[in-house]
């Protein structure tokens, strides 16, 4: 009784924190399993799980409007799923570690990505994307960019990322909020 709604919020957003991770591992799957499905099957299944993304988000947008004591958890998550919605970022792991604030493992990410490029495992096209997206994410959490990292990333930049940069960057302060997030999410998984 004394908790004032603390602890049902901690269990809300661990709820909402496990929802949005089956979500981007369903995403994953789906990725990985790729192949072994026809195109129409993999396209249903995908337009599927990007529907149940566009409903959670709905969700969390009600949430944000009744319940100003989750405002700052839940826009980190609301960010992730826009990305996602939008289809800025195609690539379920970056949405993933985006989502829980893991520069860190972006940029060993990133460092696969050239490694795989340079010994022909990943196609030129798929390691530009990709890159593009890692960078985009860095960029979106406060990272530093090199000097070529931003040349990079201006040069190869999507329309569907350069939307996303805008339409994060009227949310608050995102950078802000997805620290708050990123942290909760690590703490809830400890």
Excluded: H, W
């Amino acid at each position: 009784m004394a908790s004032r709604g603390q602890q049902e919020t901690s269990k809300l957003k661990q709820n909402l924190e496990e929802q949005l991770d089956r979500l981007v591992q369903q995403l994953t799957d789906l990725e990985e399993c790729k192949d072994d499905l026809d195109e129409e099957e993999y396209e249903e299944t995908r337009n599927e799980t990007i529907e149940q993304l566009k409903e959670f988000k709905e969700s969390l947008d009600k949430m944000l409007e009744g319940n100003l004591s989750l405002v700052s958890s839940l826009n980190g998550m609301q960010l992730a799923i826009q990305a996602a919605i939008s289809q800025a970022f195609k690539t379920p792991e970056v949405i993933k570690l985006f989502a829980k604030k893991q520069p860190g493992q972006l940029r060993q990410r990133l460092a696969d990505i050239n490694r795989d490029s340079k010994i022909g495992k990943m196609s030129k096209d798929l390691a530009t994307e990709q890159t593009v997206e890692i960078l985009t994410a860095l960029k979106k959490l406060g990272e530093t960019l090199t000097p070529e990292e931003e040349a990079f990333l201006q040069t190869n930049s999507s329309a569907s990322l350069k939307q996303f940069e805008k339409v994060s960057s009227t949310l608050a302060s995102g950078d802000k909020v997805l620290a708050v997030a990123g942290s909760q999410v690590e703490e809830a998984a400890k």
